[in-house]
């Protein structure tokens, strides 16, 4: 099962407000202003600023 679309088209970064984009996998949610990602686990997106990793560490993390 995948993230509703719905919940996606309104979930915004919570550092810059700006839009966010599922990476490939639906593991995770991209901001490109910010370059980090908020993790998804178990179809629920972690929507915490402490919690997000940073893009250039995104792939190593996995």
Same mark, same amino acid.
């Given at each position: 099962?995948?993230?509703? &679309?719905?919940?996606? /088209?309104? @979930? =915004? +970064?919570?550092? *810059? $407000?700006?839009?966010?984009?599922? &990476?490939?996998?639906? /593991?995770? @949610? =991209? +901001?490109?202003? *910010? $370059?980090?990602?908020?993790?998804?686990?178990?179809?629920?997106?972690?929507?915490?600023?402490?919690?997000?990793?940073?893009?250039?560490?995104?792939?190593?993390?996995?």
């Amino acid at each position: 099962m995948s993230l509703n &679309k719905e919940l996606l /088209d309104i @979930l =915004a +970064c919570p550092q *810059c $407000k700006g839009e966010l984009e599922l &990476k490939p996998g639906e /593991d995770g @949610l =991209a +901001c490109a202003k *910010c $370059k980090i990602v908020y993790p998804v686990q178990d179809e629920i997106p972690i929507m915490l600023v402490d919690e997000a990793i940073p893009e250039k560490d995104w792939t190593s993390s996995k």
